[in-house]
């Protein structure tokens, strides 16, 4: 494995060429190797994530009445492999999460039912400002660009990574945040690439000056790992059944295991928004979803330990079935918290019901745990923010899930 | 001598440092009374009606005069087409299809890339429903006795169709699996190999080289060198980026291997030239600006695919100027955002209640519980928060479920193969609705969706929802309340004409002011097509160039979302849009676009600092100034370094 100092001291040599070699790098070569730090990685299922078809709560009747066309099939006993994944008696998840069931088992899974915002909104587009902003009914910068830590003399300038050529809001903010299309194409140009660094480093056009000047810190960065051996290798390994949102992982992936200081980490995966022919849809989807976030953390390994990941989609779907095999804008869904550090294997938050009156405006799965009560456990647990009135303003959270084993959170229980 | 050359250009950098220089993207409320200078409302209007300026554009506008200009753009059909556009966009045929033309000649059942390989047999067509469940959902034992009574060779290919989740439980079974999987997969691809020859089989080692890294007139030459045959294999086997810069022979390429792709690439490449070369530049503008407020996405399904063509060009191109009402009806009414929104399937809750088609106690009877039975709300929301009053104009869930009822019935005939609207009776819900508080009577039929079209078209909150994005695209990110306003009653006084609207926002003092000055960031294809202009490149392919644009964070036609793309500086703005700009910059000056070519050689008699000023159209900041002076090339720069340099810029990024 590619130690720290290793494509440190490469990176060193490549930078003094360019003349530019930026103070934190020079300080980070000379600290001790193999730092490894906690990350945070956060993915979005826009387009409301159907968490009723996600995590089945097979064992109520009325389940079945308001989806007679698309509801998921209870598992049976001694069945066959082709059938949705016992969990506890009342939820199972879809078969097409089978590669969770192995995180399950190993009680690196933790599932979260009924959560969402408590912003009415049935609107994609505001729900995912007001999620990504972690402030429901307001929007602003990204929960995830407040929840950093205080940047330290070694920092490194891809602490912050987001997958995709644009920034999320989630990650929009005072702290330098990067996006990274491809780590293949993310190299500086050449001989020009000075001067163009100086334009940005002294324009007084802020905005435009910010983004070009994380963009040439973060490109010296991934310049010296281009110079050493690919962690893993070039080839899609463990990652070849899981889609765009594999190949966004695998990218994260290489930078955690160069030690490239990556501290929070985005990505996304879209297509939930099944007004129709959900079945066939979801299963897809669901099949590529999995397979990237279990080959990730294969790829990780004993990492994981310092690694949390967490799922979100801005709101649910109806739990009644439509006209056309789908389902409309609902409102709660399902957040999946996954790593070593997770108290796995248990389905938290508070049941509320299918019956007519516990559905929340009679139609939606109600929403009984505010999504900020997840994120603020898995900051503090992974950042050790004891300030999360800073990360989500506001927010007083209740009484702690208890979804790490570690953290302020857990040490309140 | 060098010194003089390099005194000079500190005095121009001086002289910059000492000119005016609003500060990009700061706009104070002031701001927007602040006045432009004659020649800044010229390069404004440059800035803002065009992709960007060329060469020589503000001389002709100072000749015709500015208000004559905008007189012109706002009437397209009174400015000659430029004879170049037209050449450029001939061989784009899927432009001018109709959609059952498209699924006829672009959609072919088996297409070449399929032919050469057996139809795959599925697992269900080879067991059959009973084995087939067996073998999915049976035990161990059921699942193996299954299998036992197929004969070897059936068998074989059924072992190796098995999904993982049949054999991980039992070991013996999935190494026979994976075995007889390796083995048919060696078969195909030989097979493969015999129809489609690698490349490395059919040319030479010299000639593959010239494939991978040659330059687009060695390939040319290559190509040209072959006799007919060898050819089509050849073409058949090029990957497509390596036929950038030949738009022909790529076309023939993808002709014979996924025509689908064509009408894809045609409908960006046309884009891209339209934006780049068209004399009707605002309404290239708008028709960008509409299609996005109307987004539809290619990747819905194939149906979307077919019918954008005719959806750009009969739906939204048509009324960019026109009255809001009657594109927002051409819109709604047209096949791919009935489709796209899930409209065409969407009926009545009780169509089905009736007959043999009446529920079971339990739900739909089995025909139909795969089969659309009811209500879908997707377009009747997004009408409502996207198309018309935004998402705060006022309106309830119990809207959204009206407008979608009003609409039940409005789909498309023959989806698959010749799409047309339809209104089909029996699908709609013809019972009374309340609509933002309005009557629908029981009994209207199909114009209850009319009807709602008229109540939204006219509507206040659409008026101010369609001012606000007007005034962000062409102003600024966050335009000042009151243009918003103005602009709002201009549309309700003339019954949302497009044309008046655009021309009050034209004259308008903010539009003027020095707060909208610089105040936009531009999007990919923004900046992609201003690069190319600015340097007045000769493009003969816009294939690579599409590309461009998607890695700065804007892929033509692939917005998944209905909400389009949010046209404002943090969209665009990140690290990646950022080195994708420069590295695009950087490509573009030293003429490494395949099909773009740059000709810098009327640029010999001039000083950078007068191509610099060209290409950026004003004066450089003195920051950028300064950074170009202090460069390591020194006075060495070259014409190439200096357009890199202009293009790179954090100026060039702005409109």
Known sequence: ?413 | MPDAKITRWLLAAAAVLGAQGATPGGNSPASFEAKLTPDQKIEQALNRMTFGARPGDLDEVRKIGLEKWIELQLHPERIPENKALDGRLEPLETLRLDSAEIYKQYFPRYPAAMLMMDRPMNLNELLGAELMRKVLNGTAEQRLAALKSLDPDKRTLAVSMLPDTVVEDLPELKKERDAARQKRNMDRVAEQRRLHPALRDLLSDDQVAIVTRGTTEERAALLASLDPDKRDKALFAFPPNALAGMPEWRRASAMMRFPQEVVLDDLREAKLFRAILSNRQLQEVLADFWFNHFNVYEGKGQPDRVMLASYERDAIRPHVLGKFKDLLLAVTRHPAMLYYLDNWESMGSDIFDVGPFAPGQFGPVQALSRMAHGLNENFGRELLELHTLGVNGGYTQQDVIAVARCFTGWTIRLPNQKPEFAYASFMHDADEKTVLGRKIAAGGGESDGLQVIDILARHPSTAHFVATKLARRFVADDPPPALVDMLARVFLKTDGDLRAVMEALFTSREFNSQGAWLAKVKSPLEMVASAARAVDADVADTYTLAQNVTEMGEPLYQKESPNGFKDSADTWLSTASVTARIRFAEALAEGKIPGVKVDFSHYAAKDRVEIARAILGREPAASTWNAMISGPAGDNMTAVETATLMLSSPDFQRR
Not at chain 1, 180 to 192: C, D, W, Y
Not at chain 1, 339 to 359: F, H, I, N, S, T
Request: contains cysteine; neutral net charge.
């Open chain 1, 1 to 413: 494995m590619l130690t720290r100092r290793i494509f440190l001291r490469g990176s060193a040599i490549a930078i003094a060429g360019a003349g530019m070699a930026p103070v934190w790098l020079a300080r980070a070569a000379a600290a001790p190797s193999n730092k490894r730090r906690k990350v945070l990685v956060t993915i979005f299922q826009r387009g409301a994530a159907d968490g009723l078809n996600m995590v089945v709560p097979f064992s109520e009747k009325r389940y079945y009445d308001l989806r007679p066309s698309i509801g998921i099939q209870a598992p049976r006993a001694g069945g066959g492999a082709n059938q949705a994944i016992d969990l506890d008696g009342h939820f199972a998840l879809h078969q097409s999460l089978q590669p969770f069931k192995e995180l399950w088992e190993n009680k690196m899974l933790a599932i979260v039912d009924a959560v969402g915002s408590p912003d009415p909104s049935r609107s994609h587009f505001d729900a995912q400002d007001y999620m990504e902003s972690g402030t429901p009914g307001s929007k602003g910068d990204g929960w995830l660009n407040r929840a950093l830590p205080p940047k330290q003399t070694d920092s490194s300038p891809l602490r912050a990574v987001s997958l995709g050529a644009t920034l999320p809001r989630t990650l929009r903010g005072d702290q330098s945040a990067i996006a990274v299309g491809n780590l293949e194409q993310f190299s500086t140009p050449s001989a020009t690439a000075s001067i163009v660094e100086k334009m940005y480093a002294t324009t007084a056009d802020a905005s435009v000056g910010t983004a070009g000047k994380d963009a040439f810190a973060a490109m010296r960065m991934l310049d010296s790992l281009h110079d050493s051996p690919t962690p893993g290798g070039r080839g899609p390994g463990v990652f070849g059944q899981g889609g765009d949102l594999a190949r966004a992982l695998q990218q994260v992936g290489r930078l955690i295991k160069a030690d490239a200081g990556v501290e929070a980490a985005f990505a996304e995966v879209g297509g939930w928004d099944h007004h129709q022919n959900e079945p066939n849809q979801m299963a897809n989807g669901l099949r590529q979803f999995s397979a990237a976030l279990a080959a990730f953390c294969k790829d990780m390994g004993d990492r994981m330990e310092d690694i949390v990941i967490v799922t979100m989609s801005e709101f649910g779907r109806t739990a009644r079935e439509n006209g056309n095999n789908g389902t409309d804008h609902g409102h709660g869904s399902v957040m999946f918290v996954i790593g070593g550090q997770v108290k796995g294997g248990k389905v938290y938050g508070e049941w509320p019901g299918l019956e007519e009156e516990q559905l929340y405006e009679k139609r939606d799965l109600a929403v009984t745990t505010d999504f900020r009560e997840v994120l603020s456990e898995v900051v503090a647990g992974q950042f050790g923010t004891t300030d999360l009135g800073r990360v989500f303003p506001g927010f007083k959270a209740g009484a702690p899930l208890g979804l790490l084993k570690t953290g302020p959170q857990a040490a309140l229980l």
